[in-house]
């Protein structure tokens, strides 16, 4: 690629390659935050966002219709020597980006083509994992905010706050850079998806009610899909787990919203969709509103129902940082309708009995809640419990194993990796193959090649994408796998296709079964 105007002379992408192959080696965070921020010191103002995105495994720019077919076409040999420099990479990215109509495709591939070109081989190998969405080194949204903030010396909690309230690393890396008033100034925005928060799994119902009690709450934990819905005015917008805007596929959740008493709104809760006797139906069949949108005409009525457990802003008021007590009176005030089913400062026995409830409904459990206790998003704070009656827990698949006898032919015994919270990999606690339906095996033998990184004769080893809900009996020490711990009598429960990685269940979660 030329640079005729002298547009460029900033960091060389070269730079940013080392970094996310150092960072990658590494398995301590506290030097993984020191390479980062080493890189981000040299960093300027233009060139910093972008930076940060890219070591985060994104691209400013979101999709540039840019896949592995059209990168499998290119032939280009590697430069000999590093030229590239981070602002003409986002330059082409963006003209990807803008490239549509009429010769869009010849126009990407001769813009791939000029940039390949002036690619070194690490280069190279960078940008087709970062094109293709597998540039995975380690760099997690916890690890670069210790970054961020060490490099700016802002305050950690300023930078985790503004990251959970944009959503967005990088505009959080520039807000830092300008100073903490930049920081200040940035609060809840209807319209813009939070960080959820999460739960920490309790070893059972008297553990959590003791660890909270007695001014608490008892919800029903629902087996459907995580939904956020923001309403200003007429402007409804419905985001999942993963902060994807599903608005347009449910327009049934829409219409709902729409007829709440109240102006603006930041609602969060689950939904999914019942059968005609009031029970939930099968996890898989919520999901597939998310894909398919509503009902086509001809078909059954597939409704999705929604439940809400919290209120983060009501009517120009922002609650995120009032105690849940607050929260849950403001949805009482709009829609005590659609709260799900609690109990608030219940009885041991009280407390039993709305478990044994939730789990004759149809439910997965409770979940306990302190009415103290903040909206803390993105983080698993003690002050949320998750009780079920199996130890369940999402894990990442890191290969599968061709079956054998009836199995044959197929992808069967799977390896499960629990998350590393210190280094953002995944550590292998165990395998099983039980629990696997006919339809699940056909579904992961022609999924699981899609994300294969290599393979031997008894073997696919995946790439850490695919999450899994696993039921077990407990855990073990063992020396056979890396994190000194290894899964009892694992079975496979559902796929979690509304997860991604980074929200898998860590090797600390796993390893507190020990105790």
């Not at 921020?37 to 910093?48: F, K, Q, V, Y």
């Not at 960078?126 to 916890?142: K, M, N, S, V």
């Not at 200003?232 to 449910?250: A, E, F, M, P």
């Not at 102006?263 to 939904?271: A, C, H, K, R, Y």
């Amino acid at each position: 690629m030329s640079d005729p105007a002298g547009t460029f002379g900033g960091m060389k992408l070269i730079d940013v390659v080392q970094t996310s192959s150092d960072v990658a080696r590494d398995r301590s965070r506290t030097r993984k935050t020191e390479v980062l921020a080493g890189l981000l010191a040299t960093a300027a103002d233009a060139e910093l966002p972008i930076v940060v995105a890219w070591l985060s495994g994104e691209i400013p720019q979101g999709r540039l219709g840019v896949g592995w077919r059209s990168l499998s076409k290119l032939a280009s040999e590697p430069a000999g020597e590093p030229s590239l420099e981070v602002a003409e990479v986002d330059a082409a990215f963006g003209e990807l980006a803008a490239a549509s109509g009429p010769g869009s495709t010849t126009r990407r591939a001769e813009i791939l083509a000029a940039m390949f070109a002036a690619a070194t081989e690490p280069e190279q190998k960078f940008l087709i994992a970062l094109l293709t969405g597998e540039l995975r080194q380690g760099a997690l949204a916890g690890v670069m905010t210790d970054a961020i903030a060490k490099v700016t010396g802002e305050s950690l909690t300023a930078v985790r706050r503004v990251h959970m309230l944009t959503g967005s690393l990088p505009e959080t890396a520039a807000l830092a850079r300008f100073g903490a008033e930049a920081l200040a100034g940035v609060g809840l925005e209807v319209g813009r998806a939070v960080e959820p928060m999460l739960a920490t799994p309790a070893d059972n119902l008297d553990a959590a009610l003791e660890l909270l009690g007695p001014d608490l709450v008892v919800d029903y934990k629902l087996d459907g899909a995580r939904i956020q819905v923001h309403r200003k005015g007429t402007d409804i917008s419905v985001y999942t787990r993963t902060l994807r805007d599903v608005t347009g596929n449910v327009p049934d959740l829409v219409e709902v919203i729409a007829g709440l008493p109240c102006d603006s709104v930041i609602l969060d809760g689950e939904t999914l969709m019942l059968s005609d006797d009031g029970r939930p139906r099968s996890f898989q069949d919520t999901m597939s509103r998310f894909g398919s949108g509503p009902t086509a005409a001809g078909e059954p009525e597939r409704l999705l129902k929604p439940f809400f457990f919290d209120c983060l802003h009501l009517d120009g008021v922002d609650l995120i940082d009032r105690p849940l007590s607050e929260r849950l009176a403001a949805i009482d005030s709009i829609a005590p309708q659609l709260r799900i089913p609690a109990v608030t400062r219940p009885t041991a026995d009280e407390a039993k009995r709305h478990f044994d409830t939730a789990m004759a409904d149809g439910h997965e459990g409770v979940m306990v809640k302190s009415l103290d206790g903040l909206y803390v998003a993105g983080r698993r704070g003690k002050a949320w419990q998750k009780v079920k009656p199996t130890h369940t827990f999402d894990l990442v698949v890191l290969g599968a194993e061709w079956g054998s006898g009836r199995r044959t032919g197929w992808l069967s015994n799977l390896h499960l990796g629990a998350r590393d919270p210190e280094t953002g990999e995944f550590i292998m606690v165990g395998k099983t193959f039980k629990g696997l339906t006919d339809d699940i095996l056909r579904w992961q033998t022609e999924e699981f090649p899609k994300h294969a990184t290599h393979r031997d004769a008894h073997t696919v080893y995946l790439r850490p994408q695919v999450v899994v809900e696993i039921e077990l009996d407990g855990a073990q020490r063992s020396s056979r796998y890396a994190g000194g711990v290894a899964l009892r009598f694992a079975r496979v429960v559902r796929y979690r296709p509304d997860k991604t990685p980074d929200l898998a269940d860590s090797i600390e979660t796993i390893r507190a079964l020990l105790k």
